[in-house]
Structure formats: structure tokens, C-alpha cells
């Protein structure tokens, strides 16, 4: 893991766990994949390079759009109860996919394989296997739901879902084609 994704999973930590003070406020938490179209995204940062930098054609990504995104974090804030983390159900894209629709749409672009950087993953994982057991399917999001002593600071309500029993990875998600990825650039660009 990269100093960005550990300095999201601090973040992420002292939220929760600012629920343990039990002053009556409540605190919970979304995590998500890539944002599409957001400042700094993937897209953002190749418009301005040639060639585009990929550090593995195989390595996969979880995607959000924004509107998605920012529907998701309300109903979430809605939904809380305190002490969790909420999990966007979400399509993925391979880095081959989306850097093909990428050249296709700016004909002048070439891909150029760098390789993995320190920290890098080949696939996302939004759900670890060490996680599973207190995540609950909701239907419309997962939710990791608070440890023992985060529930026992007040009458934590559990929520009603179905228990998952496997990591939530990029690999193993729905992928996204080049013409749907050529589409969304298009319309994002």
C-alpha cells in the first residue's frame, strides 16, 4: 500500500473510532474507488501527457461516476447508524480497457507500460477478506459494520442485510468495455 491509500485508511480510523467518545455524536465513513472525472483522476492527468503513462494492462480499478458518488455518500449519511464504513457497489475497468478507449477517442496518444510503482496493486480492493465478517450486502452498498467496543458506546442497531464471505476486488467485479469506457470519455471530455 501507497502512502495515499494509508493516510485514507488513518483517516478512515479515526472516524470510526471518534464514535468510542460517546458525546452523542455519530460519525461514519464512505469508501470508494475512482471518481471519474474528478481533479487528478486518471483521465485528468493523461489529456496532459503523451505517451500515457500504464503501469500494467492488467491491473483493474473499481470506477465511480460522480453523480453516483455523490448520491451514494448522502444516502449513506442518511442510513448511518455510527461506526461504519459504507462500500458503493460498482463496475470495474481494466487499465488495457480504458487506456485503449483513451487512444481511440484521442487518436494522437500512445500507451507507454512503465510498471508498478512502490505501493501499487494490480487490482483495488474495497472489502479485504480480514473485513467480511461484519460486512453486511444492503442491496444498494456493503457496510462494514463498527467493532464490539465501538457498538457497546451506545445501543448500536446492527443493520438488516446478508452477511458477504468473500473480498470485494476489482478483479472479480463486472468490467466495463472499451466502446461503453470510449462513450463515457467522450462524454466526460
Request: hydrophobic fraction near 40%; charge should be neutral; include cysteine.
Amino acid at each position: 500500500m501507497n502512502l495515499y491509500g494509508k493516510s485514507k485508511g488513518i483517516a478512515e480510523s479515526i472516524f470510526v473510532a471518534a464514535n468510542a467518545y460517546g458525546h452523542g455524536s455519530h460519525f461514519a465513513s464512505v469508501r470508494g474507488g475512482n471518481v471519474w472525472g474528478s481533479r487528478g483522476s486518471v483521465l485528468d492527468q493523461w489529456l496532459t501527457l503523451n505517451p500515457i503513462p500504464v503501469t500494467d494492462l492488467q491491473a483493474t480499478r473499481f470506477h465511480l461516476p460522480m453523480p453516483y458518488w455523490l448520491d451514494f455518500c448522502l444516502k449513506a449519511v442518511d442510513t448511518m447508524h455510527g461506526g461504519e464504513i459504507f462500500i458503493p457497489k460498482c463496475d470495474a475497468w481494466s487499465l488495457a480497457n480504458l487506456s485503449a478507449a483513451f487512444c481511440e477517442v484521442y487518436r494522437d496518444k500512445e500507451i507507454k507500460i512503465i510498471g508498478a510503482r512502490s505501493g501499487d496493486k494490480l487490482h483495488e480492493t474495497l472489502v479485504s477478506q480480514y473485513e467480511t465478517n461484519r460486512t453486511i450486502d444492503l442491496g444498494w452498498s456493503y457496510v462494514i459494520e463498527p467493532n464490539d467496543d465501538i457498538r457497546r458506546v451506545w445501543n448500536y442497531a446492527p443493520h438488516k442485510g446478508k452477511k458477504i464471505s468473500q473480498a470485494i476486488e476489482s478483479n472479480t467485479a463486472s468490467k466495463m468495455a472499451v466502446d461503453e469506457l470510449r462513450s463515457l470519455i467522450v462524454a466526460t471530455l
